[in-house]
């Protein structure tokens, strides 16, 4: 190989670089987030597992539906009508922000921009 | 060796293009959402259709100067009404200023309509402006990404989720009636008034009247129509229910249009 | 290939740094835009456009020129632009390259650019003028690419070649004409919704990016052993030359259409350039530069001894790029937004940011350029040698 001398250390030196975040943590996580499911309700508007892998795609497309489509029909779950809104759906039971939003979020390095618009009883201002 | 490498090159590179391209044309072709639109006609079908819509409903104002200019500081709680309840920041500086209504002279607002010897009452008169919601809007046809849109009802909202801030619909608006948010504009949102039920903007998207869609929904009438009280001054409602006020108002009152010439069908109407 | 950029002289490198200084000042400014948001520009409610897009439009024009060396080659079988060809195609690359960082720069949700392709909106030209300066790029950069490394190899291209560079042709023209189309297809704008833009941006390209060619042959000839040949370099100033002419013909037209039809909204932003609007004249100065320095070169091309001598030519060319870059990449542009759909007249001063990102933006357009010409001529220079 020409250039060898060079090449070799330059590529162990880039995959030293590359692999930074993970040697640097050790394959260590940090302390996973204790989930909590809101009181008083025991049915979310699709199933748990659903919401957990596909709550962002649930709130893109009621977006769609309220802004574009002028949809605003509530979802009904055991009676209970919630809005399509985050706002006035959602967090009408995952009350807390932190609790319910940021905590996950936080954990897996997710920065949704929701906020920067919408408000947050008490974080807003 | 070689020619293998090669092989495998363009088979790979092949199926990229195809396999990138290929989203977007199904895309195209199946969902019903961006059927090939004719840029010819309207162009505002950009997401419904050319036809007319089903229901009907094409919403619209009328603004009677006359009660404005008898009732002096009538325009100014219009203004500040709609400015509130739409947490419109005030950034005390015309670089960055936002606005959705407001107040200009009778040649800024009809420049094509100035003459000479006009009536003396237009000489002090200040028009309130907004977003006409043009029935052919030129806004949504230069929108590169439908953030601006025309809905069944007519009106021509805004998805801020979207809009990537290129403001190729602030050049294309010949009213002037967008905005841009130059910074970012919490701060500049009086805490004490902050409306909680309607969101704020965030900077480096455009934003403007909205024909307060979110109070329609609810059975109110638009922040500045209610903020007219019974005067009169403004008319909201469909303009093609021929029972409607508003029809009624167009139909016993001769009305002009912000530069009707240019074919965009404004939907609002003023009498002067 | 890529290769022979790596090694160079002196100089070579110092030009380098030059321009990877500009750039990382460049990329300084916009980390300060992108966090604070476009009130970082000079732009505003009224004037919403600035630099930015000026540059974009004035360099779509540089990079369809690149056509004015192909089509003659490869068209006519012009022999002699056979050695220039490949000047023209990466010319036209480094162009395009500088003119999608203008728009990503011009942006306020940069993150959400991809949106374009995301909701495909057919009615919009930007939409279309997306995909034009895309294909643009990537077919200079093939044919450029293959055809070099033929030269490499010093076998004649591919055949399957051929269909690509005659599709890069009327491509050339279908970039400036959907770049004027963004503008002239807008009501209310009165200074751009005219049927003449876009011959008016062909022709003013068809001068301008030639002119920058002619310059970068002459530089190239002092820097390296490749010499693009007096007669090539005298048919680009027939090109030049011409097309500057047809360029003023075109703008006399905007003149006589707006006074003598005497129509306000038609003369407003013309008074506003050239002589002032309600007193206020912010770019009447550069308008008048822009006149004279455009007259003075057109001069020095017609008269012979001017044009045949390499150092008076070189000045009318500067002359003309520098005329034809404010008419295009200030004035028409800003001028267009005054005065505003409200009659309002807003002076527009780009911040310090502003132009050192547009700075930027030029440096990395001349650093891929450089890149390019170094290896396209190390190959030439190469054959010379055997």
């Known amino acids: 190989m020409y250039d060898g001398k060079l090449i070799i250390p330059g590529l162990i030196v880039f995959v030293a670089l590359m692999t930074f975040p993970i040697w640097k943590n050790m394959g260590n996580a940090g302390p996973v987030p204790k989930l909590e499911k809101p009181k008083g309700v025991t049915k979310c508007v699709e199933s748990v597992q659903y919401m957990r892998t596909s709550h962002m795609k649930v709130l893109d497309d009621w977006r769609d539906q309220v802004l574009r489509e002028g949809n605003r029909t509530p979802v ?38 929701c906020w920067d618009c919408h408000y947050v009883p008490k974080e807003t201002f | 060796m070689d020619i293998k490498r090669r092989q495998f090159l363009k088979i790979a590179g092949l199926s990229t293009i195809a396999g990138l391209g290929a989203p977007a044309a199904f895309n195209l072709l199946l969902k019903g959402e961006s059927s090939p639109v004719s840029f010819a006609s309207s162009g505002a079908g950009a997401e419904v259709s050319h036809d007319a819509a089903p229901t009907g409903v094409r919403l619209g104002m009328v603004v009677d100067q006359r009660v404005f200019d008898a009732n ?85 909202a805004m998805d801020y989720h979207r809009c990537i801030g290129c403001r190729f619909c602030m050049a294309a608006c010949p009213y002037g009636m967008r905005s841009f948010n130059w910074r970012d504009p919490r701060p500049f949102i009086d805490k004490a008034t902050y409306n909680k039920e309607f969101p704020t903007r965030m900077r480096g998207v455009v934003e403007k009247c909205n024909f307060c869609v979110e109070r329609l929904v609810k059975g109110l009438q638009p922040a500045c129509v209610e903020a007219c009280g019974s005067s009169g001054a403004m008319v909201f409602g469909d303009l093609n229910d021929s029972h409607s006020e508003i029809s009624k108002v167009l139909k016993e009152n001769f009305t002009i249009q912000r530069k009707a010439s240019l074919g965009t069908l404004p939907s609002v109407f003023y009498i002067v | 290939m890529l290769e022979k950029a790596l090694t160079g002289s002196n100089r070579y490198w110092g030009w380098i740094a030059v321009l990877l200084a500009f750039m990382a000042a460049g990329a300084l400014s916009y980390v300060q835009q992108y966090n604070y948001g476009l009130g970082l520009t000079g732009m505003s409610r009224d ?56 728009i990503l720069a011009d942006l306020g949700q940069p993150l959400r650019a991809l949106n374009v392709l995301l909701h495909p909106t057919p009615n919009s030209i930007l939409f279309w003028d997306m995909i034009v300066l895309n294909v643009y790029l990537f077919l200079n950069i093939f044919v450029g ?82 010499d693009a040949g007096q007669e090539a370099i005298q048919k680009l100033v027939t090109i030049v030359t011409y097309a500057a002419l047809i360029n003023v013909f075109f703008v006399l037209l905007e003149f006589f259409t707006a006074y003598y039809s005497n129509i306000p909204g038609h003369m407003h932003t013309l008074d506003y350039l050239f002589f002032g609007l309600h007193g206020q004249g912010q770019l009447v100065p550069w308008m008048r530069v822009s006149t004279i320095f455009g007259i003075i070169a057109i001069v020095m091309f017609l008269v012979p001894a001017t044009r045949k001598r390499e150092d008076t030519l070189a000045i009318a060319c500067v002359l003309l790029f520098i005329s034809l870059w404010i008419d295009k990449g200030i004035g028409l542009v800003i001028g267009g937004f005054v005065p505003s759909p409200l009659e309002e007249i807003t002076a527009y001063h780009p911040s310090f940011q502003e132009i050192m990102i547009t700075l930027g933006v030029w440096a990395t357009g001349f650093f891929i350029l450089t890149v390019l010409y170094k290896i396209a001529l190390s190959v030439k220079e190469e054959k010379m040698i055997s």
């Open chain 3, 145 to 226: 690419w293959v055809v070099l490394n033929a030269e490499k190899k010093e076998v004649a291209p591919p055949k399957w070649i051929k269909p690509f560079i005659y599709i890069s042709i009327p491509w050339a023209v279908s970039i400036h004409t959907v770049t004027a189309f963004l503008y002239a297809g807008l009501p209310g704008r009165h200074f751009w919704l005219t049927a003449i833009l876009a011959p008016r941006f062909l022709a003013s390209a068809f001068a301008g990016g030639p002119a920058l060619l002619i310059l970068l042959c002459l530089i190239i000839k002092r820097v390296t052993k490749f």
């Open chain 3, 47 to 102: 004037v919403s456009w600035g630099v930015y897009i000026a540059q974009f439009t004035f360099l779509v024009g540089v990079a369809a020129s690149g056509v004015m060396v192909v089509l003659p080659y490869y068209l006519h079988n012009y022999k002699t632009f056979g050695k220039i060809t490949i000047l023209g195609e990466f010319l036209a690359v480094a162009a395009v390259s500088m003119c999608l960082l203008f």
């Open chain 1, 76 to 113: 009904e779950v055991e009676g209970v009508k919630y809005d399509r809104s985050l706002m006035n759906g959602c967090m009408k039971c995952h009350t807390e922000k932190k609790k319910f939003c940021d905590e996950c979020h936080t954990y897996t390095s997710v920065k949704p921009y």
């Open chain 2, 72 to 156: 002096q500081g009538l325009a100014q709680k219009c203004i500040t009404a709609c400015h509130l309840v739409h947490n419109v920041p005030n950034f005390g500086n015309p670089k960055d200023e936002i606005k959705w209504i407001f107040g200009v002279p009778y040649e800024k607002a009809f420049p094509t309509m100035s003459h000479y010897h006009r009536d003396e009452h237009l000489h002090n008169s200040r028009f309130l402006v907004f977003c006409n919601h043009c029935d052919n809007p030129p806004c949504v046809r230069a929108c590169p990404t439908k953030a601006t849109f025309k809905r069944k009802d007519g009106i021509v």
